[in-house]
């Protein structure tokens, strides 16, 4: 760890105030010229400075520096954002645990952008996103940080305001607010009569309505009752649905809608397929689940007459609402656990191959994904296999919309007996060659050119369980 402080004059003076730098490794250079713009300011600053590996001992020294440090600064750029893992994670979750004990006005997190990151939806804690952001691209010293650090060294800890949202709520200032006036119990009750629009959900217009009563069934049951009874219940269940929904936080909504959006869409065009007809069943036979559906409503519509009435219903009710809320939350986790995106990007190897070198390619790219898939399961995808081969732009950009770090293709090389097949993996960040590996399509056995493919491309990823910085 490297820190940067004032030198001492004849009286020696309160010590500056800290500052605790947490940032990816790939932005270490402009952590440094942001770490050189905050010590000329006259503030001390603490960073690491080395690679990740120094051991418990150099685990404890950070921990005890984000305790003690007066502000915490955590860098926000692009790879903070690609990394999955990283042990400045760690570092903002011990600072937002920090937080927990201070005031909601009080100045600790402050967060700075180093290029066009947006703040909505950035993979960062809850926490960060509740104060100002400061944008300082590719680490340089804009006006507003060294504002910042002049009010650092001042002493001014009054948390930075935040911008205006795009749905302001307005408030009565604090001199207009006049309490209610007491009111007397009434006579022979006992109680103080509620003040019109008392209640959590007239004071907040954010909070949910409640939910909605389960519908009741009258005494005469009838026909009609039932019917009408049936239909409440349908339109206590969509109502129910729709509440527990606006009650999901807003980008599990939107993975809900688009999850359902995409289910209906892939429906309509199954069923706009055209199908065989099919063979007109006998009377008998298409009847008999329309028997057992009657039957089965009449024992549930006799059970529920048993139970109306019954305090255990309302706990039934209750606990259906719960289980939908954990069903709709689980559905949010999976829908994200399937957009996380993959670690390598794999394009068929037969485009534009023909005879010989198509299947060749075909099997050492079949072999080569096997071994792949088997060495991580979660980490490799595979695009449909293009008309012709794909340019190096194209393949880069196809992997950008994956989200993979890496993208492996081939192309064939040479004519006849000659023919070679060049399979190489690009970096997407860069767009050069992280490997390359040529295999002779007459001599080179296929599973001995997927063996190698597949280990040279496994070298490039990360370890398991490895977090790195």
Known sequence: ?????????????????????????????????????????????????????????????????????????????????????????????????????????VMFLLPVVLDDTADAGARVPERFTTVQWLRCPGGEPTPALAA???????????????????????????????????????AGTGSVPPQPGAGPAADDPHVPPPMPAFPHLADDKNFGQVMKFLAEIVWWAITAAWLLLKRMPKAVRVLVIVFLFITALSRCSGDSEPRAPRPPKPKSEAAAPANDAATQLRKSAAEFEKTAGNPDTTK?????????????????????????????????????????????????????????????????????????????????ALAREHRSPFVVLARLDGTGTGQVLTVRALAVRSGRPAWTGSFLVAGTPPETAAAAVAEGILALLPKPGSPGR
């Open 148 to 186: 910042l650090a002049a009010r650092l060294v001042r002493g001014e800890h009054t948390a930075l305001p935040r911008r205006a949202t795009s749905h302001p709520v307005s408030r009565p200032p604090a001199a207009a607010v006049v309490p209610p006036p007491l009111v007397p119990p009434s």
């Open 316 to 396: 039934l009710v209750a606990g259906l609402a719960t289980v939908g809320a954990e069903v709709a939350r689980a559905l949010g986790a999976e829908i994200e656990n399937d957009a996380a995106h993959r670690s390598l990007l794999l394009i068929p190897f037969s485009a534009g191959l023909t005879d010989s070198a198509a299947a060749f390619g075909n099997t050492v790219f079949a072999a080569a994904q096997t071994r792949l898939t088997a060495a991580r399961p979660k980490g490799i995808a595979v695009a449909p296999a293009p008309a012709a081969p794909l340019a190096d732009a194209d393949a880069l």
């Open 1 to 105: 760890m490297s820190s940067a402080s004032t030198q001492p004059g004849a009286v020696q003076p309160a010590p500056p105030p800290s500052v605790f730098l947490s940032y990816a490794s790939e932005d270490r250079s402009a952590v440094r010229r942001l770490r050189d713009a905050l010590s000329a300011a006259g503030l001390e600053v603490w960073y690491d400075e080395n690679e990740l590996g120094g051991g418990d001992a150099w685990d404890q020294k950070i921990r005890r520096q984000i305790r003690e440090c007066d502000y915490f600064m955590p860098v926000i750029s692009a790879a903070t954002e690609a990394r999955k893992e990283g042990y400045f994670r760690r570092e903002w979750r011990l600072a937002t645990e920090r937080t927990l004990d201070m005031a909601d006005d």
